[in-house]
């Protein structure tokens, strides 16, 4: 006899999920029309942190918005200062000394290690991992230590000037670095074996938020997501910028495009980006950080306080603010998330008449809806952690 | 470089017509497009010369400055060249609209829903054009330069939302527990 299954409702819920959900870490809503558990369709709302990024910086001198990209992508702010101070220097048509350069190249890559141990310990953490959440929040601890120790702050760190540094390594910072990567490289020992070959960690990972080759280069999507459906793209190897190409590091690339897939491409960056410090530490040359340019560079306090000339140079330089050539540029830098890119127009002024970022984490969430239609709702969170949005950078 | 000059050579053989103006800029590739036909130019970019990946779409607003007003730009990027290319379309204020670039890209998408909200140009033909980082009774377009920095929006009531599921017994129970509190007073 053929036992009677009792017909099921099947009626499309709607719910919306966020603006404060407890396991997105960033405010956003999604708007969800479900069958059961499974997500048919996702409708993302952005725009809650939204604060008039660009506005603002219209208002601000070329050196005022420096501190504003700090508060973009608050866990890699170093790369988003080293980004805007290239696109400046390229409308200037300025090159900073050897020395400047590699010092960025080594915050860039600082800000990328923090950067990915936090999407990587956050989306660890909040599956369930809690452990290996803490050991990559231990190790994003130390990159903390030595940022603070170079630059006075933990986050919002304004470290980059147009032209130049803010001052110069101090003298202990290979030793802090040598030592905290020894120890960084044995916490992230511990988490590969706690996490990469976890049973219950893979089986919420793979095979879920699956986006393809093709469709992932059609919604734009860069960075980690990208390379890991397969597109060999890095802005550091496509278009090299500062001294990446004098540098030896490979670019991991994924070939499913899945959560898991997106995670072991983080965890491999980690590895290069270490990597690319050490290399960098080494080849360290001698000089001075700044640009030879009076137009663009600050005096010495000596002069400031002993000269006229100095002082009103100093007074010019504060109020009205460098004078960047009438013109407009575009430059990208890779990322945390993907390719940060800076569109700026000058009029010749003191101050930006457009400055326009390449949110890469604002582009991706345009691609969340495809990335999860077809499966269930607790797969929004893994997916959502490994795209690593923050709001800051997304709404702006 | 002889190399720039070889790639926007082979735009131009392209697009022909379609150029308003080339330019080096910095470096940079720039090529002025034509508003009419955007979508063709493009989709003969995209397929005939690899330009595969569109990495941005912004606007800039040459209030007082320029005549047509608006410029919409876009930065595309060809993965197998490993080149980057600028167009700048101008769009004048009478008629803010272009073509939309959601049946080439579906990236496109966001990015220029975030031009419509912020600047109030149309793309003809996007699937669904609203606002996306500020709220729909937001008035105005705030990076238009003609839009006060210090302006105040009017305070919007309370959006009700059809089907909202409402647990009245929780506050049922805050009810009941208020009424023994002021019995017991």
Redesign the interface.
């Known amino acids: 006899m053929k036992a009677e299954i009792p017909e099921l409702p099947t009626e499309v819920m709607e719910l919306q999920m966020g603006p404060s959900h407890p396991a997105t870490h960033g405010t956003i809503k999604f708007n969800l029309k479900l069958e059961g558990e499974k997500v048919l369709d996702c409708d993302v709302e952005v725009g809650f942190l939204h604060r008039g990024f660009d506005k603002s910086c219209e208002q601000a001198t070329w050196t005022q918005v420096i501190p504003y990209t700090d508060r973009l992508n608050y866990a890699s702010s170093l790369i988003n200062n080293v980004g805007y101070a290239l696109a400046v220097e390229k409308l200037i048509g300025a090159e900073t000394p050897p020395r400047c350069q590699y010092i960025r190249v080594i915050i860039s890559e600082l800000a990328r290690l923090f950067d990915h141990l936090t999407c990587c310990g956050m989306a660890a953490s909040e599956l369930g991992a809690i452990t290996a959440g803490f050991y990559m929040i231990e190790a994003r601890e130390l990159i903390t230590r030595i940022i603070e120790n170079l630059t006075g702050a933990r986050l919002t760190v304004t470290y980059v000037r147009i032209g130049g540094l803010k001052h110069d390594l101090p003298h202990d910072f290979a030793e802090k670095v040598t030592s905290a990567f020894t120890t960084i490289r044995k916490l992230l020992g511990d988490c590969d074996r706690l996490l990469s070959r976890n049973r219950i960690f893979l089986d919420r990972l793979s095979n879920v938020g699956v986006i393809s080759r093709e469709t992932a280069l059609n919604y734009s999507l860069t960075g980690p997501i990208l390379r890991a459906s397969g597109v060999d793209y890095d802005v550091r190897k496509a278009f090299p910028y500062l001294v990446y190409d004098q540098l030896d590091f490979e670019v991991p690339l994924g070939s499913r495009g899945d959560n898991y897939d997106r995670f072991l491409c983080r965890m491999r960056e980690i590895d290069q980006s270490m990597k690319i410090v050490e290399q960098a530490l080494a080849q360290l040359p001698v000089g001075p950080v700044w640009i030879d340019d009076p137009r663009f560079v600050l005096p010495e306090k000596e002069k400031v306080y002993g000269s006229i000339e100095g002082l009103m140079h100093h007074f010019k330089i504060i109020m009205e603010g460098i004078q960047v050539p009438a013109g407009e540029t575009y430059f990208a830098v890779e990322g945390g998330n993907g390719e940060l890119g800076f569109y700026i127009v000058s009029d010749g002024g003191g101050k930006p008449y457009r400055l326009r970022v390449r949110p890469p984490c604002f582009i991706a969430m345009g691609a969340f809806h495809e990335m999860i239609k077809g499966y269930m709702v607790a797969d929004i969170i893994p997916t959502f952690g490994m795209i690593n949005m923050i709001g800051g950078e997304c709404d702006r | 470089m002889p190399e720039t000059s070889s790639q926007l050579a082979n735009i131009h053989e392209k697009l022909g017509a379609k150029i308003l103006q080339s330019m080096d800029?910095?470096g940079?590739n720039?090529v002025m497009l034509d508003r009419s036909g955007l979508r063709e130019s493009f989709r003969r970019l995209k397929d005939e010369l690899s330009f595969?990946?569109?990495?941005?779409i912004?606007a800039?607003?040459y209030w007082q400055?320029q005549d047509p007003r608006f410029e919409v730009?876009y930065?595309i990027?060809s993965?197998k060249s490993?080149q980057?290319l600028?167009l700048r379309v101008a769009v004048p204020e009478n008629d803010a609209a272009v073509d939309s670039l959601t049946p080439l890209?579906?990236?496109?998408?966001?990015?220029e829903r975030?031009v419509w909200d912020?600047y109030g140009i149309r793309f003809t033909d996007h699937p669904d054009l609203r606002r996306?980082?500020?709220?729909d009774e937001f008035h105005g377009h705030?990076?238009r330069k003609d839009y006060p920095?210090n302006l105040c929006q009017p305070r919007v009531p309370e959006r009700h939302v059809d089907?909202t599921f409402v647990d009245e017994r929780s506050r049922n129970k805050l009810l009941r527990l208020q009424k023994t509190l002021s019995s017991k007073s």
């Open positions: 800029a910095q940079d720039v595969d990946l569109l990495s941005d912004t800039v607003d400055k730009v930065q990027v993965l490993r980057r600028r890209w579906r990236g496109a998408n966001f990015l975030e912020l996306i980082l500020l709220y705030p990076l920095v089907g």
